[in-house]
Structures are given as C-alpha cells and as structure tokens.
C-alpha cells in the first residue's frame, strides 16, 4: 500500500517516490503527498517530475474501490512512466492549502449546528454542508458571527486514533448520517479542534483556526422538507 505522507503531514508539499504501478486508471506510487478523493474533498492535482526532467500533470487523484490503490490521474495517457521510475511528486499547494481551510471551517460549522450531517462537499472557493433541521430557522448573519469568532479564536487543531471498537462504542462522534468514516483498518483517525469539536476525519486541515482566515456564509437553501444546506465562502 502507499505511504500516505498527507497523513501524518498535511503540509508536506512535495516527496521522493518510485512507481509501482501504471495502468489505464492510474499511477501509482510507494509513497505520496496526494490526498485522494474521499470524505466530501476533492482529490489533489499536482504534478510528477521524473529524473529526466518531464512533468506529468495530474490532474485528480482516487483510490480504487476495489483494491484501495491510491491512484494519480494524468491529464495526458502518453505519459511514459512505467515500473521503478523514479519522481517527484509536488502537489498544488495554493489549491491544497485552500482545502484545507475550508475543510477545517466546515468543522467549525458542525460545532455550531445542532443537526445531523446529511451531505457536503469541501471546495477550493464555496463549500457546503447540509443538515436534517426539520422546522428550524437559520440565521446567516449570527452563523457568519460565529464562524468567524472561533475563527479568531486561533484554536489549535489536533489528530488522533482510536480503535473501531472505541468508536462503535461512541456513536456520538460521528455527525454524518449518509457517509462513515473509513474504518475496517483496525483505528479511526480523530480531528479536535480544541474546546470545540471532536469528530472522525481522514482529511487534511491547518493547524489552527486562525488560519482559515474570515469567511462568510452564503445561501442558506432548503433541500427537501428536512434538509437545509448552508454554503460557505472565504470572505476575502
């Protein structure tokens, strides 16, 4: 399996890495700094840089459902890598660290949200989250107050695991009704945000909320009798 350096470092930019493995669905590496798709965000783009001097953009990055590989996308098929190729993989950090503030937004949005999790998706410059609020009012303008006082709160934001059968034993973590975290893997990876959210997520975030920057939230949408989606953007 690849070594998903993302994991234990989210601002890890680029890495050393050996192919071993070209198919038509992908590249894969022994080792990246490449978030795949999962989780509501998006896949990094980026590029590989072979020892000949080439770039290979990639142009979205996947794990197979089947297998679980970990899978670099090229935007052009004519690549020529093949097995124990040597690159440098470098992803696109502005896009990256843009993700990475609005997917720790989006946590910040869930402390102060008093429903379940029914969908989302992190994006680079709107984001969403939609909630089961059946009869329930949402103020924007308290909710843009909020986000941008733990914002300014500068909190730090910590991970940590625990085991599946720690987390079956703690249902209350898990705010999402449609999608689990990855779990099967023997240990959960849990995000705090300290005093003021704990939740299971295998995404990458900054390291303080002070670094997400102020945002504002946009449309506030009824989706179905239940459903209300709130939309997020950097308010730059």
Not at 65 to 79: K, N, Q, S, V, Y
Not at 82 to 105: N, Q
Not at 217 to 233: A, F, S, T, Y
């Amino acid at each position: 399996m690849t070594d998903e350096i993302f994991r234990q470092d989210a601002y890890a930019k680029s890495c050393e890495a050996k192919v071993v493995a070209v198919s038509e669905t992908g590249i894969e590496l022994d080792r990246t700094v490449f978030y795949p798709t999962s989780g509501g965000q998006p896949g990094d783009t980026g590029a590989l840089e072979t020892a000949s001097g080439a770039t290979i953009r990639i142009a979205d990055t996947r794990k197979d459902r089947d297998t679980g590989a970990h899978l670099h996308i090229p935007e052009d098929e004519g690549h020529g890598l093949k097995l124990g190729d040597a690159v440098t993989a470098e992803i696109d950090w502005d896009r990256r660290h843009r993700l990475m503030r609005m997917h720790s937004c989006m946590h910040l949005l869930c402390s102060i949200i008093e429903g379940e999790v029914t969908g989302g998706q992190v994006g680079d410059i709107k984001s969403r989250l939609d909630f089961n609020l059946p009869n329930t009012q949402l103020d924007k303008e308290a909710i843009t107050t909020e986000l941008n006082r733990l914002i300014e709160r500068d909190a730090p934001l910590t991970a940590s695991w625990i085991t599946d059968a720690e987390l079956d034993a703690k249902p209350e973590l898990v705010r999402t009704m449609t999608v689990r975290p990855p779990s099967g893997a023997g240990k959960v990876r849990l995000m705090e945000i300290e005093g003021i959210d704990l939740q299971p997520c295998g995404g990458t975030h900054v390291a303080r909320t002070g670094e997400i920057g102020r945002v504002r939230v946009g449309k506030i949408e009824n989706k179905g009798r239940q459903n209300r989606r709130i939309n997020i953007l950097f308010d730059e």
